[in-house]
């Protein structure tokens, strides 16, 4: 990796940390160890000494997402609602994009609440829930959040939503997914800032190579964020030329794929986590929805199936 690139992330991760706040931080860190009532006695503690201000509904968050971890799906589901009221009222009518934790904390309590009910064979409840957020949500950041929950519970089996298509990052003419009709597709969401992305190309590059010759085809779509290196403010036309940059230096591997350009696509899929993996098969049916990364023998016993 060049020094000045290996610099740019460096400062990037390290404006990012400074950017959280101490006690989402603690109680994050308490959560990640599994200790929850070491989390509960800091958000105690902290509570006391400030109130229930915006740090703190997000830093409560972080303890529902550790009780549904732990399966104490009955707290996560106390902790959901408790978070939900103190973002609202926080909010007090502004939309969740006006606060940052208070996005983080209202998307984490819509989440929890419906992993939990699922998880309790409310599954029913579940998707009726995340559809009505979606479309409370739908003009605001967390839709995309709400949206990958909605999509883990019902888009395997379901034909894949159409792509946006009207703008790329590279100059490979663009299709639509149905013009992809009789080939398995690999659609690959991915983000200029994102490391995992980085990590799971060669997984990629080496599906390619095994598969290329028997229809497998890989499309690559990604979006802008409104910064570039470091954090640092961008308009869409510098952001643009900066993801084609970072294309070119991380993923010219995957040769001249594919790479559509829209935030609208990555809402659709739900994409609030990178690289987000979506299978489709030759006729057009969602056949993996997966958030995060996946191994090559994962992936390439999804694919094996699908090819002719």
Known sequence: MPARVLLLLV????????????????????VAAGDLQGARQELTLYRKAR????????????????????????????NATEVRALSLKALAGRKP?????????????????????AQQGRRDQAVAFLRQEVARWHESSIRARIQKNLNLLTLEGKAAPALEVRSAVTATKLKTLAEHRGHPVLLFFWAHWCSDCKQEIGVIEQLQRKYAKRGFEVVAPTQHYGYVAGGQDADVATETTYIRNVFGSYYAGLGAVETPLSEENFARYGVSTTPTLVLVDGAGTVRLYNPGNLSYEKLAAKIEPLLK
């Not at 400062?11 to 308490?30: G, K, L, R």
């Not at 529902?64 to 707290?75: C, D, P, S, T």
């Open 11 to 30: 400062a990037a991760v390290a404006m990012q940390a400074a950017t959280i706040p101490v006690i989402v931080n603690q109680v994050h860190a308490a």
């Open 97 to 117: 994009d006006a606060d940052a934790s208070l996005s983080m904390a209202l998307g984490a309590s819509i989440e929890v609440q419906a992993q939990a009910a």
């Open 51 to 78: 109130g229930a201000s915006p740090e703190y509904i997000e830093a409560l968050s972080w303890l529902g997402r550790g009780e549904l971890a732990a399966k104490h799906y009955g707290l996560a589901e106390e």
